[in-house]
């Protein structure tokens, strides 16, 4: 199948980083490798204007980043949104009919595998028929006799009849499901529920002691 959008040509898109980015960088690294120890206010002072110029090549970095990336990302959004209004209608009739033959293909599959337990049935029957036969001939060596090879064969032959199901087309059963009581589902599967890092957060300021959680603290300057 050929290309169902337009590719949007970006060949002429240069990407790299501004000589004044390297340059501020290069000033900034090298202060902040000088900063050993911190065992003064001189040495404070020096450290926090070091961090500071870190910080804001950080800080810029990530808005250039941003900015150089939305065209982009726009694009991105406008090839996303034209092809799913594109496909929308498609989604909703090939969803349609995947349902009803799913349903048709799980249909013929019992009606399949019902017949051949039928005939599983059926044959041992037969098969005790002649073993029976055979016991009370007393030869044990004698085959299975023409009558009842035919009927065993007639027994495979309409199982494949009972079994219409579309041959290459596969079925997948979905379970979908609805929270309709978080209580109860708590309660009975509290296996069912992981911790929620943000609400961790949230009550580790009001305390630190909750049972389950290891706390500690890191001091960072900002």
């Known amino acids: 199948m050929t290309e169902l959008i337009k590719k949007p040509i970006m060949h002429d898109a240069e990407i790299g980083i501004v000589s004044q980015a390297h340059l501020m960088k290069k000033d900034a690294m090298h202060a902040a490798r000088s900063v050993e120890t911190v065992d003064d206010l001189f040495e404070a002072q020096f450290a926090a204007k070091a961090q500071k110029t870190l910080k804001s090549i950080i800080n810029a970095m990530e808005e250039s980043r941003k900015k150089a990336k939305a065209p982009m990302l726009e694009i991105g959004r406008n090839i996303d949104g034209i092809a799913k209004d594109f496909v929308a209608d498609v989604v909703v009739e090939e969803q349609r009919i995947a349902k009803l033959l799913g349903a ?34 007393g030869d044990f060596t004698q085959s299975i006799d023409d009558a009842a090879l035919a009927k065993i064969n007639q027994l495979r032959e309409e199982v494949a009849d009972k079994h219409d199901a579309v041959e290459g087309v596969k079925v997948k059963t979905t379970t979908k499901f609805e929270i309709v009581d978080e209580a109860e589902l708590l309660a009975a599967r509290p296996d069912l529920f992981s911790p929620d890092q943000s609400k961790i957060r949230q009550a580790l300021k009001l305390t630190k002691t909750i049972p389950g959680l290891k706390t500690w603290e890191e001091t960072k300057a900002y």
């Open 104 to 137: 048709y293909q799980r249909v013929e599959r019992d009606k399949k595998v019902a017949a051949q337990r039928q005939a599983m049935i059926e044959e041992n029957k037969i098969m005790i028929e002649q073993a029976q036969k055979a016991a009370e001939s």
